[in-house]
């Protein structure tokens, strides 16, 4: 079929509304090539092997496994918990950055607009970083330059005095009109609108799906706009607050199954009563309890369900951009896991703590 | 008239059918197999080059296809027989 898609291609391109198809993509080879990237990511047996070690056996093990460059490379400047976090943060960036560098057309033009989510999360550190003083050490710690900026410029941009500095600097990009708005002390909304001005441009970008995979991929992209906005309900929700008005902002537009709108006006009882009749119940059911304390348990395990239908999905499309998107959050799941094992055992936190909040598939 | 003589009789005796269909089942398996073969390969490469312990099994899928334009050929040598 594909084959008689492709001769017809010329003919059909005008006729659907899959935009911006540039070139051909390499569909067979980009897959193959990022399955077998999988393969190599950290096995869920090894968590508990992790949990037992101290962060210097973690940075070791890590510095044998995928991350030996990035260890190689940072050990001069930095040591200890640092060390595995920068490295970590730097193989992320280097990873998606392959995933650019190997795949064309269509499939990079997605891939490039996905991941523009590090420059917004880029823009949000810088941002918060200055409002609250931190140093610019602390800053570059948590930069990921895997979107459109370069860690050359984050760091310079981490560097400059004041948020002005960095918003004057970011003049050229889309974000500026967004960035205007902020006046030291509306973080929480600028946050709140550069999410929702990555989610509408993906979607834009994205366009209306015609073949299944983009279907597939438009399912993926709603699936995490439900998780993000069911967490936010959640938080509100066991916080008391119930005015539509400070919910409905705060939720991002195009989700898969929720009815945002429905559940913001509900209180807190009627609101889980009301979630039992999605499909993210049969997640929820196994640690949802009306005495819980924290929310914690219950969103990895919300997080764990998005990594789990997005495997099926990249199933369901085996020679599509799914399994690519599959692989994008699964790494990324792997970084902030390990991260997570090094900062909990520098805190000195128990063990049983860090292992709840990790998300092991 | 020129080319009076070629209306009149059938373009291809029964020879040329034969010797047409022959390159016909040879052209199309070729093809075929060509395309396969690429998308195979292609693939092949991509899991190579994350894990060079693929080669064999990679080099085995990629030439599977290559039955295809074997079928053809026997078909042309029989349609030839």
């Known amino acids: ?361 | 008239m020129v080319g009076e003589e070629l209306i009149a009789g059938p373009v291809l005796d029964a020879a040329g059918m034969k010797a047409l269909s022959a390159a016909l089942a040879i052209t199309v398996t070729g093809l075929a197999s060509a395309w396969a073969e690429k998308e195979i390969g292609t693939a092949a490469i991509g899991a190579m080059a994350e894990n060079e312990g693929l080669f064999g099994k990679g080099l085995i899928l990629t030439v599977i296809p290559e039955t295809i334009v074997i079928f053809g050929l026997v078909v042309a040598l029989l349609i030839n027989q």
């Open chain 1, 1 to 361: 079929m594909r084959l008689l898609e492709k001769f017809w291609g010329g003919k059909k391109s005008s006729r659907t509304s899959d935009k911006k198809k540039k070139g051909t993509s390499n569909y067979a080879y980009a897959v193959t090539r990022v399955r077998a990237m999988k393969s190599k990511l950290v096995p869920k047996e090894t968590y508990p092997r992790l949990l037992n070690m101290g962060i210097d056996e973690i940075t070791r093990f890590i510095q044998e496994s995928e991350y030996k460059n990035d260890i190689d490379e940072l050990a001069m400047k930095y040591s200890g918990a640092d060390l595995a976090e920068h490295a970590l943060n730097r193989n992320l960036a280097l990873t998606y950055e392959k995933l650019l560098r190997i795949t064309a057309g269509e499939l990079n033009y997605l891939i490039t607009e996905y991941l523009r989510r590090y420059d917004v999360w880029n823009i949000k550190t810088l941002l918060r970083g200055k409002q609250y003083n931190a140093s610019v050490e602390e800053i570059l710690e948590s930069l990921i330059s895997a979107g459109e900026f370069t860690y050359t410029f984050l760091s310079e941009l981490a560097g400059t005095e004041s948020y002005q500095d960095i918003i004057e600097a970011l003049k050229e990009t889309e974000y500026y009109p967004i960035l205007q708005e902020y006046d030291g002390n509306n973080l929480a909304d600028i946050e709140n609108e550069m999410d929702k001005m990555y989610y509408s441009s993906l979607f834009e970008a994205i366009g209306k799906p015609r073949s299944k995979d983009r279907k597939l991929f438009a399912r993926f992209v709603k699936l995490e706009v439900d998780v993000k906005n069911l967490s936010t309900l959640f938080r509100l929700k066991r916080a008391g607050v119930e005015q539509l008005d400070e919910i409905l902002p705060l939720m991002i537009e195009g989700g898969l199954a929720l009815n945002t709108e429905k559940l913001a006006a509900l209180p807190y009882e009627d609101f889980v009563e009301e979630l039992r009749k999605t499909e993210y119940w049969d997640a929820l059911s196994g640690v949802y309890s009306p005495e819980m304390k924290s929310l914690n348990a219950l969103e990895s395990k919300l997080k764990k369900y998005s990594l789990e239908s997005a495997t099926t999905y990249s199933h369901v499309s085996p020679i599509s951009i799914v399994p690519i998107m599959d692989y994008i959050i699964y790494k990324h799941n792997e970084v902030s896991n390990l991260r997570m094992i090094v900062r909990g055992k520098e805190a000195g936190l128990a063990d049983t703590l860090i292992k709840d909040q990790l998300v092991v598939i």
